[in-house]
Structure formats: C-alpha cells, structure tokens
C-alpha cells in the first residue's frame, strides 16, 4: 500500500514522565503521525467520508496525550497507535513518533523522543 496521510508537528502539553518535576505540570510535546490506509476512492471521488478524518485523529491524539498522564514516552506512542488504529477499520498501519520539547536533562539536545509503528492484525 502507498497511500499515507501525514500529520507534522501536533503541539500540545501533558504529563509524561518519571521525575518529580514531569508528574508536577504539564510539558511541550510534539507528535508525527503516519496513517497507512487506501484513500484512492476518496481521491477519485473527492469524497471525506471514504478516508479518514484527520481531524479526529488530531483531537484524538491531544486527548489520549493530555488525559494520559503516562510515565514513559513508549506507553503514550503506543496507547496513541491503539486508539488510532481502533477509529477506522480501513487504517492498515499508523505510526507515532512523540518528543519531548524540552527534556529535564543536563545535555544539551534538541529533543527526546520514541517512534512506534502498530499494525491492523
């Protein structure tokens, strides 16, 4: 399959991590999403109700995010997958990448962050 709906550098802010200050308030996250699913009907017919919302997916994804209040990266990218796979029977595959925008670390890197791809079984 070659059809992707691509969606770039979804802001929001949310409890994620282990340290003290991360469970204290919320942090800058950002989010790249990849929803693998045929929308050549769609195309062809110029049609939204024969692909995916990419809407829903966006609120979807701020609200598993900030209602989450997950401990690690990975539990977030995946449980996000889940729930994205699970809005439309037509996604074959969805990829999640999430950064943290300002890690608690001493070094001096850009972001941290974890990418996952869940496949439809």
Do not use: W
């Amino acid at each position: 399959m070659s059809d992707v709906i691509e969606l770039r550098r979804l802001r929001c802010s949310a409890v994620v991590g282990v340290l003290a200050e991360e469970r204290d308030r919320p942090q800058p996250l950002e989010f790249d999403i990849d929803v693998e699913r045929p929308f050549v009907v769609a195309a062809l017919n110029d049609d939204v109700s024969e692909t995916t919302n990419y809407a829903e997916v966006l609120s979807l994804t701020a609200a598993v995010a900030v209602e989450g209040r997950f401990l690690l990266l990975e539990s977030l990218a995946y449980r996000v997958g889940r729930e994205i796979l699970a809005l439309d029977a037509e996604i074959q595959s969805v990829t999640v990448a999430v950064r943290k925008l300002r890690p608690p670390v001493r070094e001096d890197v850009a972001t941290v962050g974890v990418r996952c791809t869940l496949h439809r079984p």
